[in-house]
């Protein structure tokens, strides 16, 4: 499990990795990250050997960043550099990351909220072996029109790349369900309209 804290002897929040033996007993409890401020809403998946751990980095309240680090799944340690990997160099808040992934291979793919132009976009990432931007590192867009975009959920499309869905407020009588799809280089699909699709409607509206 992953989970934020106080950090010893400190107001900061940290962000931990702790795993349970099938018996019941603690085989580790390590820190993932312990640096400067507030790291919030931290999550995890299995993939192997691995273990992604993904988090909100809020150390600078008006400049929040995501970031994410691999460990060793039998020792709870660091692959990546430590404090782990900022998924995206552009100023502004990038929050509410998920990440798409599926099967023991293959590298994850991470979503998040972005409000760099002052609306809230969507962007995401793939992240290689070394802890190091895989796509453009100031990540890749998905939807940037100026609507209110949120609920966002992704799964992988098989090949390296990602689907995106969310609720998008474009119309804002009826919130429709859009999609987009980033390929495996990162790269929108060209089937797609720029900033997504419309699918759906959601069964229950706001």
């Not at 660091?78 to 998920?98: E, F, I």
């Amino acid at each position: 499990c992953t989970y934020d804290a106080l950090g010893t002897g400190t107001h900061d929040k940290d962000i931990y990795l702790c795993r349970i033996s099938r018996h019941g007993k603690l085989v580790y409890n390590h820190p993932v990250t312990e640096a400067f401020g507030d790291q919030f809403a931290p999550q995890l998946v299995l993939k192997g050997a691995d273990v992604y751990v993904w988090w909100e980095d809020h150390a600078q309240p008006q400049d929040k960043d995501v970031y994410c680090q691999q460990l060793d799944y039998q020792t709870g340690k660091a692959r990546w550099p430590a404090d782990g990997a900022l998924m995206c160099l552009n100023k502004g808040n990038q929050t509410a990351p998920l990440a798409s992934t599926h099967g023991v291979y293959d590298e994850p793919v991470f979503v998040w909220l972005d409000d760099r132009d002052g609306q809230q976009d969507i962007y995401c990432q793939k992240m290689n072996n070394l802890g190091e931007a895989h796509w453009d590192y100031a990540g890749v867009p998905v939807a940037r029109s100026k609507y209110l975009k949120r609920n966002l959920v992704a799964t992988p499309d098989g090949q390296g790349g990602t689907w995106v869905g969310w609720v998008d407020a474009r119309n804002p009588v009826a919130p429709h369900i859009y999609a987009a799809h980033v390929t495996l280089l990162g790269t929108a699909n060209a089937d797609f309209p720029a900033d997504g699709k419309p699918i759906g409607v959601p069964h229950s509206q706001p």
